[in-house]
């Protein structure tokens, strides 16, 4: 399988090519040059694959389409060590339960940091791992996180050979829970930085050490961001495994509805549908932050100042931009590269939008490609994870109440509407207080977290300052 740019380089480059890369060299995004598909004899053979072999298996199977440099054992072997049920706490890895009139919860959260990153992290740990030792190279990660995304990549990075990360993060801006998890990791290998500042300086400072290109190339500096092509790959493979849960026979379509906010995930499922998985519609959820909601209602793509990007109580999705949103875009458009450069490159640079209402590809959303969307307010969080709770006994966290909510009112007769859980409640404690008036169940190894030794420095918004970190660290 070749991998292409969706701003129209061409240049054939395979799996292990792109896999430690972030953007492509012309600034877009990468895309297998082709969508293998899914014939009817073969989804019959993974339906069995994972009900009897496991998810591993079944992630074996998928990714051996679209990756032809890693020897099939080795990626059997991978995939087998990153898909157990002590990592993900059950053997089906993503369990399905059913809420209520055909609404289903697909369980994407009880991997070691309880958000939905950990499900393609923890193998993109392994890969890097393997990858790097083969190469005989180092790396080192250099992110910023306001929550999840950091601590998945410190807990899929802890320990590997070949690999440090310096994450950054706004001082005090995390939850108490998120805090805990991050800094009482004491690997070697794993920098915490609390920088005085918001999200938006900790972006800054990585984007700035990462444009310093003999910097960069002499620290050998990496990222681990969502447009990563590993990571949305990754994420393919449970919209298989949810498919399978929900259904007796490949007759039978299912709809998602999966809490976005830089279309990573949402996007694994446009590549699951483009492979031919039998699903009706990918419904996206946003909350205030509603750029995506906004294009599938108007075909108008405008993109948030940060003064326009509201702090909410789901604020993994709380994004001014969303960064995978280019690889939907590069399809809809016939996959011409030209377009998606003119798009991406000359009219949100200029003017921060552009306007697909007029072009013929618009209708093609819903009919051709099955988008839709919907958008809640903190208010409809609470009432979601209030009722949840009281009709169902079920304590659902802010991000997959966002899901649930926007489910309820696009679910369609006679097709399982799967939510894609995103996060367990537990990190979100304050606002299901707020909702239930009870704190969330706490798995057990996570008890008394908040409590432990910490490993993490103080950091003005200061790019030397980091430099001088990285560079002491890596002597
Ligand atoms: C990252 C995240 C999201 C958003 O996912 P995207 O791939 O960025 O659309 C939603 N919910 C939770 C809990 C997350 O951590």
């Known amino acids: 399988m070749n991998y292409i740019s969706t701003r129209g380089d061409q240049s054939p480059k395979h799996f ?16 297998p040059a082709f969508y293998p ?11 069995v694959v994972y009900h009897t072999l496991g998810y591993g298996e079944l992630a074996f199977e998928i990714l051996s389409l679209f990756i032809d440099d890693i020897a099939a054992a080795d990626l059997r072997a991978l995939c087998a060590k990153t898909y157990t049920a002590e990592v993900f706490g059950t053997g089906e890895i993503v369990p399905l339960r059913h809420l209520e009139n055909g609404i289903w919860l697909e369980a994407l959260s009880n991997g070691p940091t309880l958000a939905f990153k950990d499900m393609a992290m923890q193998l993109l740990g392994n890969l890097f791992e393997y990858e790097l ?29 070949g690999v440090r990360v310096f994450m950054t993060s706004p001082q005090g801006r995390m939850s108490p829970f998120q805090q805990a998890q991050m800094f009482s990791l004491m690997d070697d290998n794993i920098f915490n930085i609390a920088v005085d500042g918001v999200f938006d300086d900790c972006q800054d400072m990585v984007k700035a050490v990462s444009n310093d290109l003999e910097f960069k190339r002499q620290y050998k500096i990496g990222t681990v961001n969502s447009i990563n092509w590993a990571r949305l ?35 694994a499922g446009h590549v699951a549908r483009m492979m031919g998985l039998p699903i009706a519609r990918l419904v996206v959820a946003t909350n205030e932050n509603d750029v995506l909601d906004e294009f599938f209602k108007t075909g108008v793509y405008r993109v948030r100042a940060s003064a326009d990007t509201h702090e909410t109580s789901s604020p993994s999705m709380d994004i001014s931009k969303a960064s995978n949103f280019e690889r939907f875009v590069f399809d809809l458009l016939g996959r011409d590269g030209a377009r998606v450069k003119a798009l991406f490159e000359d009219a949100l640079t200029r ?17 051709r490609y099955g988008f839709d969307s919907g958008k809640s307010s903190h208010a409809d969080r609470l009432a979601t994870i209030k009722d949840t709770w009281l009709r169902h006994g079920m304590m659902i966290d802010t991000h997959t109440a966002d899901g649930v909510k926007v489910a309820i009112e696009q679910v369609q007769a006679g097709v399982p509407m799967i939510v894609l859980e995103t996060a367990l409640p537990i990190k979100f404690a304050e606002t299901i207080v707020e909702a239930t008036g009870l704190e969330p169940e706490r798995p057990l190894k996570f008890v008394g977290i908040e409590s432990r030794p910490r490993r993490v420095i103080n950091m003005p918004a200061d790019v030397q300052a980091i430099k001088a970190y990285i560079a002491e660290k890596c002597r």
């Open 133 to 161: 030792a083969r190469r005989g190279e180092q790396l080192n990660i250099l992110g910023a996180t306001s929550g999840d995304t950091g601590s998945a990549a410190e807990y899929a990075m802890r320990g590997k050979q």
């Open 16 to 31: 292990c090519d792109i896999l430690l890369e972030g953007l492509a060299p012309d600034g877009g995004l990468y895309l």
């Open 37 to 47: 598909q899914v014939d009817d004899a073969t989804l019959s053979r993974w339906r």
């Open 351 to 367: 003017t921060g939008r552009f306007d697909l209402s007029q072009h013929p590809a618009f209708n093609n959303i819903r009919l």
């Open 233 to 267: 790959l990754a994420q393919v493979v449970y919209y298989f495994a949810g498919y399978f849960q929900a259904t007796e026979a490949n007759a039978e379509k299912v709809s998602f509805t999966v809490p976005s906010g830089n279309f990573g995930n949402v996007c």
